[in-house]
């Protein structure tokens, strides 16, 4: 899930979330994530795709041959998930037991045009690259297989850390990276005792309650985009006074009028309250937030 209960709570969207307990207000969290994904086209193959980044194993893709003498054939590789951090492993199948396995240090990874390119020269006995004929013999098309880490790295330098309850201060941005390591002060010194840090959370919790006047601040590296974290709390916003309303028997109203009075919910006529279709009207924040994202899994090849 893009957000914690704890973090959505610190957002400051006016709603009244008082009464809702962590586990209500994590469900609402996780059909807010399905709802980002859904809209950002997330691929989920090979496995699903997470903005906080991850490890992919098995990616197939074709990888064509040259046809004539004249013809280079393939050397560029498309991966559906992106930034690559690295690369684990990357083969190119002739059969479904035999291959030429590319060690990483031969690939180019393009982030600017998503794709990896082979500039390795060996020449091998399967002819993948040499060969001006290949033989009609094992698969019809190759198959290149790779594994690697995606995600992405932004970079927090002395962000003042909120304080929320004495002991706990509470960065902007949720889910630290481990390496590098961040780094705490307090007051403008570095400290490196007296204190645990909660990666998920973006919090540093003390050991004892602090004076009011201290202040701290973190250096640290975190894998979610800040858009996507905000575009999950406006939907999640958007999930809760859904809720409110259905539970008082009113999901479907769109006109209330009592005496002179008339309430009316800002919805044109005729459309269907569908959050998934209608994002961009429902909730127009979480939208502007995400629509950066929505094609990042397509590629010109």
């Known amino acids: 899930m893009y957000l914690t209960p704890q973090r959505f709570r610190t957002m400051g969207f006016g709603i009244d979330i008082s009464e809702l307990d962590d586990a209500e207000l994590q469900s609402l969290i996780a059909q807010a994530t399905m709802v980002v994904d859904a809209y950002c086209n997330v691929p989920r193959l090979p496995q699903r795709h997470d903005f906080r980044g991850g490890a992919i194993t098995g990616e197939q893709h074709a990888w064509r041959y040259p046809q004539t003498p004249f013809e280079i054939g393939q050397r560029r590789y498309y991966p559906w998930h992106w930034p690559i951090v690295s690369i684990e492993k990357f083969r190119i199948y002739v059969t479904n037991t035999q291959y030429v396995e590319i060690a990483p240090t031969e690939l180019m990874i393009n982030n600017s045009e998503r794709y990896l390119e082979v500039v390795s020269l060996a020449i091998t006995s399967s002819g993948l690259f040499n060969a001006l004929i290949v033989p009609n013999v094992g698969l019809a098309t190759p198959i290149a297989k790779c594994d690697y880490t995606y995600g992405w790295d932004f970079e927090e330098s002395a962000e003042l850390l909120m304080n929320t309850d004495g002991q706990t201060y509470r960065a902007q941005n949720q889910y ?3 390496t590098p390591a961040p780094e705490i002060k307090k007051n403008g010194t570095v400290i490196t005792t007296g204190f645990a840090v909660d990666l998920d959370e973006g919090a540093v919790v003390f050991d004892a309650q602090l004076a009011a006047s201290d202040t701290i601040t973190a250096s640290y590296h975190h894998k979610l985009p800040p858009e996507i974290q905000y575009g999950c709390g406006y939907i999640v916003a958007y999930l809760h006074g859904k809720a409110e309303l259905q539970a008082r028997g009113m999901g479907g109203l769109t006109l209330l009028k009592v005496a002179e009075v008339t ?10 309250a569908n ?3 209608n994002l961009d009207i429902l909730v127009p924040e979480a939208a502007l937030l995400l629509g950066a994202f929505r094609d990042d899994n397509f590629t010109v090849r």
């Open 275 to 277: 959050l998934m279709q």
């Open 176 to 178: 630290w990276r481990t």
């Open 263 to 272: 309430l009316e919910r800002d919805l044109p006529r005729g459309m269907p």
